[in-house]
């Protein structure tokens, strides 16, 4: 069981990236799956999530208008597609699931999850 994200690297001031968070050993089905990053010295933050069962997300005020997570439930994969990327926006992204069968509502404030992938960096270039 484990999640793997992907796609982190280096981008100038206003550019976009894509990240990928993949399940393996598990499906997605019945999960909310986070998005977080950590900068160096700071707490870790959550960004975004989504409820596989309903689709429900949730964003940080800072990323909103600018970040859109979605779902491939057929690749048991979620995206964070990251545009208008800005220096402050430099961290090391993780993702998380937790089962959500219940339907409970999601936040970017929830913090008790089940699975953590490794992490990806992004650094964004000024």
């Known amino acids: 069981v484990q999640l793997v994200e992907s796609g982190g690297g280096l981008v100038q001031d206003g550019g976009s990236l894509r990240l990928s968070c993949a399940a393996s050993?598990?499906?997605?089905?019945?999960?909310?799956i986070g998005w977080f990053r950590q900068a160096p010295g700071k707490d870790r933050e959550g960004v975004s999530c989504i409820s596989s069962s309903d689709g429900s997300t949730d964003y940080a005020d800072s990323v909103k208008g600018r970040f859109t997570i979605s779902i491939d439930n057929a690749k048991n994969t979620v995206y964070l597609q990251m545009n208008s990327l800005k220096p402050e926006d430099t961290a090391v992204y993780y993702c998380a699931a937790v089962l959500n069968e219940l339907g409970f509502a999601i936040s970017v404030k929830m913090r008790e999850f089940d699975y953590w992938g490794q992490g990806t960096q992004v650094t964004v270039s000024s």
């Open positions: 050993g598990f499906s997605l089905d019945g999960y909310a």
